[in-house]
């Protein structure tokens, strides 16, 4: 595909560029869309597709449009009237999934996770009752942060899969359980490097739920403290496992918002 098209469109034309040298195609075709010019690019390439030229568009490492640059582009091209064709090729998440090992029949892709702690636990708890395995990608420099707010938002028994560097010259696949992660990343600082796939465990079925008397004094507690407060005191106060108090808490907030 990528010799038969006339232009190539890549996310780092550096990058592609050794690709296309591989296998003696010429990087002179090679123009660059990012997540920083892709609506530019964008009008650049319907213009040569209106001439009847075609051309190929190319991420780094992963899908376009799959937390990669590429989805305006499709659509911007799909109302020009002109035929997206997609080439079947890498994606992080379905290779991850593949050699994860949870064996969980359905699963959620997140992607990219905010930035930002706070903000990055308000969405982990918005999918913390959710019984798919979830996806997310990321990066090495906010790899620590990420997983102490996993840690923190799911509990220390759930299972996490890191995935890293898949198809690379380092790929390297670790899975263990959320309490153990921090220890197991802080064992070894190459642990920490690379991109990242994380596959966490989905929230447990509750077979039975909490018995009466102790969902009246979670939801009591819940009226007037912080979820985790509520939640350390309901363990004291009834004995209740900590992760179904937990679980039926972030359930019980959820409705109440």
């Not at 390439?45 to 190929?56: R, T």
Request: proline letters at 4%; one cysteine or more; hydrophobic letters at 45%.
């Amino acid at each position: 595909m990528l010799a038969a098209a006339d232009v190539v469109a890549a996310e780092d034309t550096r990058n592609t560029s050794h690709l296309l040298t591989h296998y003696n195609i010429s990087a002179n075709r090679l123009l660059a869309l990012h997540q920083h010019n892709e609506r530019v690019a964008a009008e650049k390439i319907i213009g040569l597709l209106a001439q009847g030229q075609a051309v190929a568009l190319v991420t780094d490492a992963g899908t376009p449009a799959v937390s990669d640059p590429g989805a305006l582009l499709v659509q911007s091209v799909r109302a020009a009237g002109h035929r997206i064709i997609p080439v079947p090729g890498a994606n992080a998440a379905v290779t991850a999934l593949s050699a994860g090992g949870l064996p969980a029949p359905h699963f959620l892709f997140y992607g990219f996770l905010p930035n930002k702690s706070a903000a990055r636990c308000r969405e982990l708890q918005a999918l913390a009752g959710l019984p798919y395995t979830l996806v997310f990608y990321e990066a090495p420099h906010r790899i620590l942060e990420c997983v102490a707010d996993l840690q923190s938002v799911f509990g220390d028994e759930r299972r996490i899969v890191f995935a890293r560097e898949l198809t690379k010259l380092f790929e390297s696949i670790h899975a263990c359980a959320l309490g153990e992660a921090l220890d197991w990343l802080n064992s070894d600082a190459n642990n920490q490097r690379g991109e990242f796939v994380l596959l966490v465990s989905g929230a447990p079925e509750r077979s039975e739920g909490l018995d009466e008397e102790a969902e009246r004094i979670l939801g009591v507690l819940l009226q007037d403290l912080p979820l985790k407060q509520a939640v350390q005191l309901a363990v004291q106060i009834t004995g209740t496992s900590k992760n179904e108090l937990y679980q039926r808490a972030l359930e019980l907030k959820s409705k109440a918002e």
